[in-house]
């Protein structure tokens, strides 16, 4: 039972590099997220998407893209990396609900270190 | 922007104590999921409550929608070593249709320590 599969698990980059966390996950949920996790902080939502080729914006996107392109992946691209975005990132999926908000299974987190 | 504030941040207690967590906010709610999260792992739902008021119990632990939904409470009874880890609440918005689509806020989280 893969889930949510995301990779890399580690990575540090250096200011002004630039990378992409990739996002896979096989159970043909329409909704997917990114949030990244900071202490004392919680989970901010950085993008969202509603199906393929559908995305939007959340709290925090200034400094990263994304796409959907298929319903499977969700990458999330850090344009030119900034030590501000040192964090551990969390990539998401929910099955699309009619009602209440269904459950967001999470993947196990990239933690980025930008130096 | 909503957003919801937990308190405390952290928590730490001997096994058999009890304790409750808190997540406040100004804000309404269509619903409200608590999280529990481990070191090195994903957020993994613990709950969802919908209707304000609404109580439901996960064998020690009890979860509580304020009835204005605006705020939800997680009170564990005896808690055991196992019950250690970050404890988060989220919102889903109170917008038309209910659906979040995915979109969360989060409150800052609890860190829980039970020693034996």
């Known amino acids: 039972n893969a889930g949510v599969t995301q990779t890399p698990k580690f990575q540090v980059l250096k200011t002004g590099q630039s990378m992409t966390l990739q996002c896979a996950q096989d159970m043909n949920h329409e909704y997917m997220s990114w949030y990244r996790q900071d202490p004392g902080m919680g989970l901010r939502l950085i993008h969202y998407?509603?199906?393929?080729?559908?995305?939007d914006q959340g709290e925090v996107p200034n400094g990263y893209n994304v796409s959907r392109s298929t319903t499977e992946d969700f990458p999330l691209r850090l344009l030119s990396a900034a030590p501000s975005q040192t964090s551990v990132y969390f990539c998401a999926s929910s099955r699309r609900t009619s009602g209440p908000t269904g459950e967001l299974f999470f993947g196990e987190g990239s933690r980025l270190t930008v130096l | 922007t909503q957003l919801l504030e937990q308190s405390p941040q952290f928590l730490s207690i001997q096994e058999g104590e009890n304790l409750t967590v808190y997540c406040n906010s100004s804000s309404v709610f269509s619903s409200l999921q608590w999280y529990r999260q481990e070191p090195g792992e994903g957020p993994v739902l613990l709950v969802t409550?919908?209707?304000?008021?609404e109580v439901k119990k996960l064998k020690r632990l009890t979860f509580q929608f304020g009835d204005a939904r605006k705020d939800s409470s997680l009170h564990i009874t005896a808690a055991q070593p196992g019950d250690t880890g970050l404890y988060l609440c989220a919102g889903a918005p109170a917008n038309a249709g209910g659906t979040s689509y995915g979109k969360l806020t989060f409150g800052q989280g609890t860190i829980l320590t039970v020693h034996p």
């Open positions: 409550v919908v209707t304000g008021g």
């Open positions: 998407s509603v199906g393929a080729g559908i995305t």
